[in-house]
């Protein structure tokens, strides 16, 4: 089931946990502050340009695709998201993305950040890395031979095996 909230001027948004089936839900173009995955169900979530400062996907542990770029988050934790494939978290205030163990991990994008270390040698099938934008991060730690096929990065930025 799809729910499309986006647009809306809301402040906030709850209930979600009751919905029955919900698996792709967007509340992008509002004034959300705050948002907790309350649905395990849950495979796609948009909540792109909101005002997030506090996000939980503590319960989502089916997120697949999550947009949220253009928020205000200074950290997102995605540790239980196992099934996470695509994440889009660019234009934020982001300094730190915790996200675990992820096998299916084919797109990342973070630019725009204050990130100062980014790790993705654990993804290996990461394909699409975008992190341009970050301006104290220098060193985006990969896997000896991991390739990401495209990869976006500012002019002071490397992929580097060791980023000690």
């Known amino acids: ?7 809306n001027q809301l402040l906030t948004a709850s209930g979600f946990s009751n919905a029955d089936n919900l698996d792709n839900l967007s509340l992008s173009f509002n004034y959300l502050t705050e948002f907790s995955v309350e649905n395990p169900s849950l495979t796609k979530l948009q ?10 996907a503590e319960m989502g542990t089916n997120l697949e695709h999550v947009v949220m770029y253009s928020n205000k988050l200074k950290t997102v934790d995605f540790s239980n998201s196992l099934k996470l494939k695509l994440l889009r978290v660019a234009d934020n205030k982001l300094t730190n993305i915790m996200l675990g163990q992820k096998n299916d991990l084919y797109h990342l994008s973070c630019s725009s950040n204050f990130l100062t270390t980014l790790n993705v040698a654990d993804y290996a099938n990461l394909d699409y890395l975008y992190v341009q934008n970050n301006p104290n991060l220098n060193c985006i730690q990969i896997a000896n031979g991991q390739v990401i096929g495209t990869k976006e990065l500012s002019a002071n930025q490397a992929l580097n095996t060791n980023c000690n």
């Open 1 to 7: 089931m799809y729910v499309a909230l986006y647009g």
């Open 47 to 56: 909540i792109d340009n909101n005002d997030l400062i506090s996000f939980d």
